[in-house]
C-alpha cells in the first residue's frame, strides 16, 4: 500500500491500510488514520492530522508553515477530519500561536487550487469552489457552500447553511442560511433550496424569511432590527443561532442590496 517511491518519515503514524502513491513526501511527526488515500505528489508536513477515509488527490500540500510573518517555528498542527476530499494542488497551512490549530472538518470538499490559510476553522460538510484562498482565522460554518474563485479576508465569519456566488470578495460576515453575491458583496435571499434539501420544513424556512425581512429590509438599524425580531418572531433554534452570530460578529455582517432610485 506504500509505494517504495515515496518518502515516509520512521516517526509517521499512518495507518496499515492507507494507500500512497509515488513521490509522496510525509515528514515526522504526521498522523494519518485508515483507509485514507493519498495521490502522488502530495507533500504533508509536520504537525498534520488527517483523519479516516479521506482522499487526497495529487499536487496538494498539507500543514505548510503560515504564510505570517509573525510565525516563530512554533509547534502547531493542521488537522483534516474523515471522508475528506482535498482536491488537486489545494494548500492547508497549519496554526499559529494565535489559536495552534488549523481545523477541516469531516466530510468537506476542497477543490482544486483552493487555499486554506492558518488558525482557519472549516467545519463539516463544507464546499470550497476551485481557486478560492481563504485568508488567516476565517470561520466557515456547517453546511456552507463557496463557488469558484471567492476571496476572503482574514478573521471574517461564514455561517451555516451559506451559498456564496463565485468570485465574490468577503471582507464582512455573512450570517446563517443565506445567498450572498453581487459586488461589494451583499444578503441577496435566504437559501432555500439548500435548506429544503437539508430537512428544513416549510414552517421553517418562512420563520427565517421573516427573520431576514425584518433585518434586511425594514430600514431599521441593527440593534432595533434584532429588538423587533426578538419581540415578533417565536424563539426557535433557527432564530437563536442568526441572532447569535449577527451579535457576535467583530467586522460586521453583509448589507442588504441597495435600492436604486429612479
Not at 492507507?18 to 488514520?33: A, N
Not at 508553515?65 to 502547531?76: C, H, M, R, S, V
Request: aromatic share 6%; hydrophobic share 40%.
Amino acid at each position: 500500500m506504500k509505494q517504495p517511491l515515496a518518502y515516509i518519515h520512521p516517526e509517521a503514524k499512518i495507518a496499515p491500510n492507507v494507500v500512497i502513491e509515488p513521490f509522496v513526501t510525509i515528514y515526522k511527526d504526521v498522523v494519518i488514520e485508515e483507509g485514507t488515500k493519498i495521490g502522488a505528489n502530495v507533500t504533508i508536513f509536520e504537525g498534520s492530522r488527517i483523519g479516516k477515509n479521506c482522499n487526497i488527490f495529487p499536487g496538494a500540500v498539507i500543514g505548510a508553515i503560515p504564510q505570517d510573518l509573525k510565525f516563530a517555528g512554533e509547534e502547531t498542527v493542521a488537522i483534516i477530519g474523515d471522508n475528506t476530499t482535498i482536491r488537486e494542488c489545494v494548500t492547508v497551512n497549519r496554526g499559529t500561536a494565535s489559536k495552534g490549530k488549523t481545523v477541516v472538518g469531516s466530510n468537506c470538499l476542497l477543490m482544486a487550487y483552493s487555499h486554506i490559510g492558518h488558525d482557519c476553522e472549516i467545519k463539516n460538510n463544507v464546499i470550497i469552489g476551485n481557486a478560492s484562498q481563504i485568508a488567516g482565522e476565517v470561520v466557515i460554518d456547517d453546511f456552507a457552500i463557496l463557488s469558484g474563485s471567492v476571496l476572503v479576508h482574514q478573521f471574517s465569519s461564514i455561517g451555516s447553511h451559506v451559498m456564496v456566488q463565485g468570485g465574490s470578495k468577503i471582507s464582512k460576515d455573512i450570517p446563517p442560511y443565506v445567498i450572498a453575491g453581487r459586488e461589494p458583496v451583499t444578503y441577496f435571499g435566504i437559501n432555500t433550496v439548500g435548506l429544503q434539501r437539508r430537512g428544513f420544513s416549510k414552517d421553517i424556512v418562512d420563520r427565517i424569511h421573516q427573520i431576514y425581512r425584518i433585518f434586511y429590509n425594514s430600514n431599521l438599524n441593527n440593534t432595533s432590527a434584532i429588538e423587533q425580531i426578538e419581540a415578533e418572531i417565536p424563539e426557535c433554534e433557527e432564530r437563536e443561532v442568526i441572532l447569535s452570530f449577527i451579535k457576535s460578529s467583530e467586522r460586521g455582517v453583509i448589507k442588504g442590496p441597495t435600492v436604486r432610485k429612479k
